[in-house]
């Protein structure tokens, strides 16, 4: 794959108000977007979340695998306007003009020669716009004194997950053009993008802390507890579901043996135990959710899975929090789940907003009264009652993913993770938890690492998808879709490890694959995968630990070095969110086609959509 440097974008929308104030009730009034299995019109909402779309949209589509883009400047016109040129890499899908969608309309750059195109057929898309260059070169001024000050001479570039290189930043004034120049992440990832401050997912006005004998233990239902988020996406007054059912019920799942993609899911009794030792209502004698046993790790900020939006309207993003449970004592257990929530932001001014307010979020003490009020005005854009419109129950949650080892360990010492994942479904006239295939990751006969007997089955698909699976654009389908055929997604995820002798993580390989990074990039979008040797992780990229102790991360987040666990002289770099906070800037610094002044803003932006914003529409 060619390495893409990010370019600091602008963007496009349609300036609705409904995208522009966060944690209102008109925030959340958005309509749900259509699921159609085929390239949908630019005009339409591209459904979400990305992953979910079939491989030949992800290859079509300009809002997930949009032209990529080298380089971007303005040049002076005779009447001090600016002609801004972008160059594109060749690309069999473009043709002699390029239509973006700008937030006053469609834009449309030429590459024939003609208006303001100073050559045709030469890779460099020309617009001449009613800008002033001065006032462009004015902006870039600006960002080269800033980067000069901050030190900021490269810039991260990333090639998907992987951390290729740094491109040198020419930060002198060139006369008669203006640079635009590539995003650096200028935040604090842990204030901005994965936030795990005790002050933030301990604070007392917001969280509660279970165990007997605190003396300030919090706030029951506080908005970021696991009570308050359940009774949420029950939505109980617009469905009638009781959000204590939701949950016995959906704790039910381990209970029994569940059917998913038409390959059985075995149970896993020991989530009895859970069952019974859960406090319950004095009352009802129902589960209480109030003092459900869990403790908050992380909030966590996926813009990053944005779509595109200089080609039409788009979504994507995703809010999380990461939830760890705890046994009867309160010491933390290795059971992990994670609320995983659509964001109701499809414009690029919407997604340009949101991510300024997650980067306001860098300026405020981290767990401080102001930060905590800023960042639980963005959670409850997603996570309230009917954030998520026409989607099940009206809530915006998109699935709950759980990993653990705490319902199954072996008599040698080992233990047996397993990854499982839910969506909320209709189910009558209200709503239930179902579990459902782990995305993008096969069942585990098809995995050759311990001999599957369908190993050969893996290898013949990634083979016939090689292109795709490179580019980390594939998606794996339900069923296989040659002979045999069957099913191939999962239902669930196991690994198996063991701390004595020797620690065994999960990677995929199968005879037969013609390309080890393309085996590679399969297995890193894979659950087990990317939780396992792929990525150099443990399982679990965030940490379980005890009250007032901040979560630890993983190294493929913090930044590291992986080798191949197939081949071992070829190395990858990580550093996650790092990329996410590039991605995060890419966002920030969009003008969606409204150019702001130098007052108005510390960077230079480019006065069109973020074109270069190259989409991962990866899971996890």
Not at 59 to 88: C, M, N, Y
């Amino acid at each position: 794959m060619v390495a893409a440097a990010a370019m600091a974008g602008a963007g496009c929308g349609d300036g609705r108000d409904d995208e522009s104030s966060f944690g209102s009730s008109a925030a959340a009034a958005v309509i749900a977007p259509p699921t159609r299995a085929i390239a949908p019109a630019a005009a339409e909402v591209l459904p979400t979340p990305l992953s979910n779309l079939p491989a030949a949209v992800k290859e079509t589509d300009f809002r997930v695998h949009p032209p990529r883009v080298k380089q971007a400047v303005a040049r002076p016109a005779s009447d001090g306007s600016a002609i801004v040129e972008v160059t594109l890499a060749p690309d069999k899908r473009l043709g002699t003009s390029l239509v973006v969608q700008g937030a006053d309309g469609s834009i449309r750059l030429r590459d024939d020669g003609r208006d303001g195109d100073a050559q045709a057929a030469d890779g460099v898309y020309s617009v001449p716009l009613p800008l002033s260059f001065a006032l462009l070169k004015r902006q870039e001024r600006v960002t080269l004194a800033r980067r000069q000050a901050l030190g900021l001479l490269t810039a991260p570039v990333y090639d998907g997950h992987a951390l290729v290189g740094q491109e040198k930043q020419v930060l002198r004034d060139v006369p008669d053009i203006v640079r635009f120049l590539f995003p650096v992440g200028s935040t604090h990832p842990n204030r901005t993008v994965l936030v795990t401050d005790t002050g933030v997912v301990e604070d007392p006005a917001r969280t509660y802390n279970p165990c007997s004998g605190v003396a300030s233990p919090g706030t029951r239902n506080g908005k970021w507890t696991f009570g308050y988020l359940m009774q949420q996406m029950a939505n109980q007054p617009a469905t009638g579901v009781d959000p204590a059912e939701l949950v016995l019920d959906w704790l039910n799942n381990w209970t029994s043996l569940q059917t998913v993609n038409g390959l059985d899911v075995s149970p896993r009794t020991a989530m009895h135990d859970l069952i019974n030792r859960w406090p319950r209502d004095p009352v009802t004698h129902k589960l209480d959710l109030g003092r459900a046993p869990v403790k908050l790790l992380a909030i966590v900020n996926r813009i990053d899975l944005a779509a595109n939006v200089s080609y039409g309207m788009a979504g994507g993003a995703e809010g999380r929090f990461v939830f760890e449970i705890l046994d009867d004592t309160c010491a933390p257990q290795q059971f992990l789940i994670i609320l995983e929530y659509g964001v109701p932001r499809t414009s690029c001014i919407g997604l340009r907003n949101w991510a300024l307010a997650w980067r306001a979020l860098d300026a405020l003490p981290l767990g401080g009264a102001g930060y905590n009020a800023a960042l639980e005005a963005l959670t409850e854009t997603f996570a309230h009652a009917g954030a998520g419109g026409a989607k099940t129950a009206g809530s915006a949650i998109n699935q709950i993913r759980t990993n653990e080892t705490m319902l199954l360990r072996n008599a040698d010492g080992g233990a047996q993770w397993e990854l499982r994942e839910f969506a909320l479904v209709p189910a009558g006239a209200g709503a239930r938890l179902a579990e459902s295939t782990v995305k993008q990751t096969p069942d585990l006969p098809f995995n050759g690492r311990d001999g599957g007997f369908r190993e050969a089955d893996l290898a013949t698909w990634i083979n016939a998808n090689q292109a795709a699976v490179l580019a980390e654009r594939h998606t794996v389908p339900a069923t296989y879709p040659f002979p045999p055929g069957g099913g191939f997604l999962g239902g669930a995820t196991p690994n198996e490890e063991m701390f004595i002798p020797q620690l065994v993580l999960d990677y995929w390989v199968a005879p037969g694959i013609a390309m080890n990074l393309a085996r590679h990039q399969f297995s890193l979008n894979t659950c087990n995968g990317c939780h396992g040797e792929e990525s150099g992780t443990r399982f679990t990229h965030v940490k379980i630990v005890p009250f007032g102790t901040a979560a630890g991360l993983s190294g493929f987040l913090t930044g590291e070095t992986v080798h191949d666990p197939v081949d071992s002289s070829t190395a990858y770099s990580f550093n996650e969110l790092g990329r996410r906070a590039v991605v995060l800037d890419h966002f920030a610094d969009s003008s969606c086609g409204r150019i702001r002044t130098v007052q108005q803003s510390a960077v230079q932006v480019l006065p069109l959509p973020p074109m270069a914003y190259q989409p991962l529409p990866s899971t996890h």
